[in-house]
């Protein structure tokens, strides 16, 4: 069975600081990975998809890879906003969605 | 704009009252996804339809049940909701099952068990 985990569970930085997040999976026979993010109460918000032929998606600050042969994703995130704080999520589409347990992220002003 | 809706946003039931929550979407996509999110935890897919084909997760109780009578709708039904039942749902719709298809959310019903 499929295994999704993000690393680290939290993390708290200073507004204008570039991060990473990660995403690791245990089968790399994946359709796609996806990136969301969900605020809290709230539903998830897709961020970025990447298919498994592809090495990197961008939106705006945001650029994510995808090294599937060694089973990692991860999410950067260029000049964090306080804006940004919320728990970011990957899921690997293989025969179903599988998803982390997530990043909380708290930008700090 | 073309979108994923629950209703109702906020659910109280009490303890084995039957509840049913409804997701709708405008996207016309084929599958539609029932997600159950606890606190700090994963989503946790329950079920899914591709069509009229009902998929149910193996650990899924049978306390949970779904409905799709068209398209565009799928019901949630929790016939006997239990304290350990309080989450959020999360419906969820994509085009496809297998392949890249990306997965659309609508906002989640938190639903309260008293």
């Known amino acids: 069975k499929q295994e999704v985990t993000q690393i680290p569970a939290a993390l708290s930085v200073p507004e204008g600081e570039n991060l990473v997040l990660n995403c690791s999976f245990t089968d790399s026979a994946i359709y796609n990975l996806q990136w969301f993010r969900q605020d809290p109460g709230k539903g998830l918000t897709s961020l970025l998809l990447i298919q498994s032929s592809q090495r990197e998606q961008t939106s705006g600050r945001l650029n994510a890879s995808l090294d599937k042969s060694s089973g990692r994703s991860t999410l950067y995130i260029a000049a964090s906003q306080p804006g940004d704080s919320a728990t970011y999520l990957c899921?690997?589409?293989?025969?179903?969605?599988?998803f982390g347990t997530g990043t909380s992220l708290t930008v700090i002003p | 704009d073309a979108m994923v809706i629950q209703n109702p946003r906020y659910q109280v039931t009490q303890f084995g009252k039957p509840v049913t929550l409804s997701c709708s979407q405008t996207l016309n996509h084929n599958v539609m996804y029932w997600y159950q999110q606890k606190s700090s935890q994963a989503p946790k897919l329950l079920f899914h339809y591709y069509d009229k084909d009902f998929n149910n997760e193996a650990d899924t109780p049978d306390n949970f049940q779904s409905r799709r009578p068209n398209t565009s709708f799928c019901f949630l039904d929790i016939r006997s909701p239990g304290l350990g039942d309080a989450a959020m749902y999360l419906c969820?719709?994509?085009?496809?099952?297998?392949?890249?298809?990306?997965?659309?959310f609508g906002p989640g019903t938190r639903l309260t068990v008293t």
């Open positions: 969820a719709t994509s085009r496809g099952r297998t392949g890249p298809y990306e997965q659309y």
């Open positions: 899921a690997v589409l293989g025969n179903q969605f599988y």
